[in-house]
T-cell receptor, first 114, second 114 residues
Framework: AQSVTQLDSHVSVSEGTPVLLRCNYS??????LFWYVQHPNKGLQLLLKYTSAATLVKGINGFEAEFKKSETSFHLTKPSAHMSDAAEYFCVVSDWSNDYKLSFGAGTTVTVRA | GAGVSQTPSNKVTEKGKYVELRCDPI?????LYWYRQSLGQGPEFLIYFQGTGAADDSGLPNDRFFAVRPEGSVSTLKIQRTERGDSAVYLC????????????FGPGTRLTVL
């Protein structure tokens, strides 16, 4: 079975400061890991994806995430937050054993203070 | 190109009624997934189609829920005798082929059962 735990339900940052969203995963096989973002009343948008290539993954809008197998973590970072980054963020895991069904974390709500 | 589309965007119904939710995947995508997102939670898997057949319906909560994809493209999620607990956002996603784990999501249908 696969699962993810997002360690923070809510993160608040000031505009221009770094953002860190923490995610731990569990998978019996080599996982694929994703971060999706969901703006209010909008669909899910893929930020970035890890699939056993480079452990540091760069995504859209300046986000990146690092896969650390020894820590079973896949934390999302951005050096400088923008007001438009205010949204819900989901860490997601999948693997071939479940036909690539996605298992979502509970989500982290990011608020950005001016 | 066109992304995944879902209709209606919002559906309000009364307890006990029947509803149908439609998903149009990205053209050429053979894999189609349905997820349900309850308020304040991450999406949860409902059912997965590969082509016309339901490859995995293990996430459907009970036999009031049913989904079809008769021609391997458009899919319809059907809910009989709706209950207030069915209120949620229903998300559809498609991916290019079996074994491809990047899923592209539609905007969702917000179902409210009064």
């Amino acid at each position: 079975a696969q699962s993810v735990t997002q360690l923070d339900s809510h993160v608040s940052v000031s505009e221009g400061t770094p953002v860190l969203l923490r995610c731990n995963y569990s998978s019996s096989y080599s996982p694929s890991l994703f971060w999706y973002v969901q703006h209010p009343n909008k669909g899910l948008q893929l930020l970035l994806k890890y699939t056993s290539a480079a452990t540091l993954v760069k995504g859209i809008n300046g986000f990146e995430a690092e896969f650390k197998k020894s820590e079973t973590s896949f934390h999302l970072t951005k050096p400088s937050a923008h007001m438009s980054d205010a949204a819900e963020y989901f860490c997601v895991v999948s693997d071939w054993s479940n036909d690539y069904k996605l298992s979502f974390g509970a989500g982290t709500t990011v608020t950005v203070r001016a | 190109g066109a992304g995944v589309s879902q209709t209606p965007s919002n559906k309000v119904t009364e307890k006990g009624k029947y509803v149908e939710l439609r998903c149009d995947p990205i053209s050429g995508h053979t894999a189609l997934y349905w997820y349900r997102q309850s308020l304040g939670q991450g999406p949860e898997f409902l059912i997965y189609f590969q082509g016309t057949g339901a490859a995995d319906d293990s996430g459907l909560p009970n036999d009031r829920f049913f989904a079809v994809r008769p021609e391997g493209s458009v899919s319809t999620l059907k809910i009989q005798r709706t209950e207030r607990g069915d209120s949620a956002v229903y998300l559809c996603a498609s991916s290019p082929a079996r074994g491809t784990d990047t899923q592209y999501f539609g905007p969702g249908t917000r179902l409210t059962v009064l």
